[in-house]
C-alpha cells in the first residue's frame, strides 16, 4: 500500500510542481556555474548505494561531505543556495528517486555513502530495512540540529511505528516545517 500512496503522490507532486521544478532548475544554472543538479551517492534500503538527485545549492568543488563536518559551509554556498536549502526546493528532485522506488516520500532520511557512523548505528538497529524517505519521523523533530545517536533513536521509533496514518502525520508536519523553515542550519 504505502509502495501506491508513493507512487500516485510522486505522480501527483510531479504534475503540480513542474513550472516549479523548471523554474529551480533555470536559477540554479543562471547564478552558478556547473549542473542544476547534483548527484549524491546515497544508502539505500540494506545498505545499498543508490544516486539521489538534488538541485545543487552547493559550490561544484565542494567535498561530498555532511554539511554539517564542512569547516564553514557557508562559504560553499551557491547565491542561490541558502535559499534553496531554507525552503527545501533543494529536495525536490527526490520526486525521481521515490518514482523510481530508491526512496519512499517518509522514511530515515538517506545517509551519504561516508557517513560511516550513522550507517553502522542505522545497521545495529536494523533501520537499514527501511526505503528511505524525503522527510521522516527524525526531520520533524530536528533536522540537521539532531547528534547521529538521536537521529537513530527517532529512525528506530519510526520503524517501530510505521502505518500510512503516522507517514500522513509526518507529511504534514513536515509542510508545517517547510513552510516555518524549522531545523535548517545552513
Known amino acids: 500500500m504505502k509502495r501506491v500512496f508513493d507512487l500516485v503522490l510522486a505522480v501527483l507532486a510531479t504534475v503540480i510542481l513542474l513550472l516549479p521544478l523548471i523554474l529551480v532548475w533555470l536559477a540554479v544554472r543562471l547564478t552558478s556555474p556547473g549542473p542544476a543538479l547534483y548527484w ?3 544508502v539505500g534500503r540494506d545498505n545499498r548505494i543508490f544516486k539521489m538527485p538534488k538541485f545543487r545549492s552547493m559550490q561544484i568543488n565542494t567535498p561530498a561531505l555532511a554539511t554539517h563536518l564542512l569547516t564553514n559551509p557557508a562559504a560553499y554556498l551557491t547565491p542561490i543556495g541558502s535559499f534553496l536549502r531554507k525552503s ?19 522514511g530515515p532520511r538517506p545517509a551519504l555513502f561516508n557517513q560511516d557512523d550513522l550507517i553502522a548505528l542505522r545497521t545495529r538497529y536494523g533501520v537499514e530495512k527501511c526505503l528511505p524517505g524525503l522527510t521522516g519521523w527524525a526531520q520533524v523533530n530536528g533536522r540537521d540540529e539532531l547528534p547521529i545517536p538521536v537521529k537513530v533513536n527517532f529512525d528506530v521509533e519510526y520503524l517501530q511505528r510505521q502505518s500510512l496514518g503516522f507517514d500522513f502525520y509526518i507529511l504534514w508536519l513536515t509542510f508545517l516545517k517547510v513552510i516555518r523553515r524549522d531545523g535548517v542550519s545552513h
Not at 88 to 99: R, Y
Open 40 to 42: 549524491s551517492d546515497r
Open 88 to 106: 527545501s526546493l533543494d529536495e525536490l528532485p527526490q520526486l525521481w528517486s521515490i518514482l523510481k522506488g530508491d526512496m519512499s516520500f517518509v
